[in-house]
């Protein structure tokens, strides 16, 4: 029998880890408070204490725990990186998430019995690439980039022998993970390095009039009305003119929901469905996992007839950036 797909869930702190354990996750995510992974915001993220709370509050209730480390080194000044790929070791995490390629072959060498996940920052999406990885660091999951259809991901499960694991619900990244310049050329800082899309500090919001604007790094990225609700601000999400007309010119505020497609995604050879969103509360990330884990359990009991529930649908829409969702390129026809 094959085994049942992982419910992956998000963990900015410890309550939100605790609110994961209770609603069904299988396994759990989260980072150190420094700045080697993403969502590096202030007032998140766990202290080497709180971490070792964590994963012991996750393994006495058969929950994994994953620690991510998905920033790059700083030239120079590598040795916090490693610090923490120790770190996570000595915690006894069940897998450790990165794509530099130096930390790569650090914890490789140093500490074998830990497992590495290929973080979707090293934006591997075809077999080579990833077999590359597994032969030379032996990861045994790639996380894949939110640019591969159903059908591609199925074609890349027969062709390597690395486990998948997919973005089921959350943000979307338009870019190539992680290396995306138009935040680089507005923050002048990398995301990879810096570890957000949107640095606090070169955000701004002015009213004027009735108006917001948000600016990112001195630049004008959107202006809503009174009656809108902004999105988040990244270069990404703004409102643009082209074509003659201001509107959401790369991508409309939405969240990824794979339910509609949820079958597809499991018999494409997927294990393990991650929800996005570290830095949203305990509340999200307990209605999420507990969804999901409805969702994924009724398609165990009788594939053949799975259908995504209304009230699903519409308790997730209620928590997704604009209130909608998409299948991202899940289905053939996003852009």
């Not at 209730?61 to 923490?84: I, Q």
């Not at 959107?222 to 703004?238: H, I, L, N, R, W």
Request: aromatic letters at 8%; hydrophobic letters at 40%.
């Amino acid at each position: 029998m094959k085994k049942k797909v992982e419910v992956l869930a998000p963990a900015g702190n410890l309550p939100s880890l605790r609110a994961a354990v209770d609603h069904g996750a299988d396994a759990v995510y989260f980072g150190f408070r420094n700045a080697t992974n993403a969502r590096n915001f202030e007032g998140l993220n766990f202290s080497v204490d709180e971490a070792a709370e964590g994963i012991a509050h996750a393994h006495r209730h058969g929950v994994k725990a994953n620690v991510v480390l998905n920033t790059f080194p700083r030239a120079g000044d590598p040795d916090l990186w490693y610090r923490s790929v120790d770190q996570a070791a000595a915690l006894g995490a069940d897998a450790i998430i990165m794509a530099n390629l130096a930390l790569l072959e650090y914890c490789h060498t140093r500490h074998p019995s830990l497992p590495i996940h290929l973080s979707v920052q090293a934006s591997a999406s075809n077999a080579p690439a990833i077999d590359f990885y597994q032969k030379h660091f032996g990861i045994e999951r790639v996380i894949l980039p939110r640019v591969l259809t159903v059908a591609e991901i199925r074609s890349l499960g027969s062709r390597t022998r690395v486990d998948l694991e997919v973005f089921a619900f959350g943000g979307l990244c338009v870019m190539a993970e992680g290396r995306c310049y138009l935040s680089s050329f507005a923050t002048g800082v990398s995301p990879n390095i810096e570890g957000v899309c949107s640095p606090a500090r070169a955000v701004r919001f002015e009213n004027t009039g009735s108006n917001l604007k948000t600016r990112l790094g001195g630049l004008l990225i959107a202006e809503y009305g009174s009656d809108e609700e902004a999105a988040y601000p990244t270069v990404c999400k703004g409102r643009f003119e082209a074509n003659g007309r201001v509107y959401h010119a790369m991508e409309e505020p939405g969240s990824l929901n794979i339910l509609e497609m949820l079958p597809e995604v499991i018999e494409a050879g997927v294990i393990s469905l991650k929800i996005e969103g570290r830095q949203r509360t305990k509340s999200y990330v307990a209605t999420v996992t507990r969804i999901l884990r409805q969702a994924v359990d009724s398609y165990y009991d009788d594939p053949g007839s799975f259908r995504p529930r209304g009230k699903w649908i519409k308790e997730l829409n209620a928590i997704s950036e604009g209130t909608t969702h998409t299948l991202g390129t899940y289905e053939q026809r996003w852009q």
